[in-house]
């Protein structure tokens, strides 16, 4: 293998996209921490083809002196794919992670309300805010979109290069649609390479994730909202406020592009309201049954196995594990056979 480090981070690039199937944002991100290696390697008198296991348990000790713990897991995995295109047999390993406590708690559609009416007179915020609120998308999707992506008649965006470079469309309001229109007609004259970007800075290029961040951040914080706030927590309130208003886990997870749903309901908040209200639906009208004439059960389906399974999530009286466990089940069932109904119900 050529020892170029133009050479080398050239071969990383395609072994990352045609050998692993990466996006285009996982190898900009991977590059940039191998340079990093590759500057190491030069500094220690180290040529890549040397590379052995006491070489990579130095490096990762290296950094492991100057990087969050977080931060280690992306290093292992571009370390652990350059050895793989080297042929290295190299164990890159470190001890798990675990995930960051960071607070999740969603704004109130009330907050969510006094955040827009704050960035209402910035055309650029507004758009922002309520495309990541109502689509549901991913902050660096939303910063990749480009005019193209919309369809203001159907109110939908295509997301061409979502996490894991998979496509998906995604629905709006007609609000939020009205809002980018908005946007579009004092959007300014684009640099050279950014034509089709959606959203510019104020140089006519595409934003960088500090700019989204300080958009979310200032508007939050002039509209008197206390809560930690930032980009992402605008996908964890659509997530939040759909299971909420009664859409079923299949449906929020084709809008955000969840690939494991249980990832998806780890974005539900089980806050002291919640749990009240979901409690109150349920023992509010705690009669006797006992007298309830057969003919009155309703039909039983999948689909009710599965809100109910949603419900007792929400109400706190199963984990995001055994949800999952149950959802599974029921779609393993479903392509077996079909659940038993009583033919005097249908």
């Not at 500090?210 to 930690?228: C, D, E, L, P």
């Not at 309830?292 to 929400?314: D, F, G, H, R, W």
Request: contains cysteine.
């Amino acid at each position: 293998m050529a020892n170029t480090q133009d050479e080398i981070l050239q071969n990383y690039r395609r072994y990352c996209k045609l050998r692993r199937g990466n996006g285009e944002s996982t190898i900009e991100n991977e590059t940039r921490i191998l340079k990093r290696f590759l500057k190491w390697l030069k500094a220690n008198n180290i040529r890549i083809e040397d590379l052995n296991q006491s070489v990579v348990d130095d490096y990762l000790m290296h950094c492991s002196e100057k990087y969050a713990r977080n931060s280690m897991i992306s290093v292992t995995i571009a370390i652990r794919k350059i050895c793989a295109l080297l042929e290295k047999d190299i164990v890159v390993k470190i001890a798990r992670v675990k995930a960051p406590n960071r607070e999740k708690v969603p704004l109130t559609r009330q907050e969510m309300e006094t955040l827009f009416d704050e960035a209402q007179g910035n055309p650029k915020d507004y758009a922002v805010l309520k495309t990541l609120y109502y689509s549901g998308m991913r902050e660096n999707e939303l910063i990749n979109l480009e005019i193209d992506d919309l369809d203001f008649d159907r109110l939908q965006i295509t997301i061409k290069h979502g996490k894991g470079d998979r496509r998906r469309v995604v629905n709006i309001t007609a609000d939020c649609a009205q809002a980018i229109k908005r946007w579009l007609q004092v959007r300014p004259k684009p640099a050279d390479g950014h034509g089709k970007v959606l959203f510019l800075s104020a140089k006519g290029m595409k934003m960088s994730h500090y700019h989204v961040y300080r958009i979310v951040v200032s508007n939050a914080a002039n509209a008197g909202i206390t809560k930690k706030v930032y980009p992402h927590l605008m996908r964890i309130c659509h997530v939040s406020h759909s299971i909420e208003a009664g859409l079923s886990a299949r449906e929020v997870q084709a809008q955000t592009g969840h690939k494991d749903i249980s990832t998806l309901f780890g974005y539900v908040v089980h806050t002291p309201e919640r749990i009240r209200a979901s409690y109150n639906k349920v023992f509010e009208d705690d009669s006797d049954t006992t007298d309830i004439p057969l003919k009155a059960i309703p039909q039983v389906s999948n689909e009710y196995y599965k809100k109910l399974a949603t419900q007792k999530y929400l109400s706190g009286e199963i984990d995001a594990d055994t949800l999952h466990t149950i959802l599974n089940t029921i779609e393993e069932r479903s392509e077996d056979k079909k659940l038993p109904t009583n033919p005097s119900y249908q």
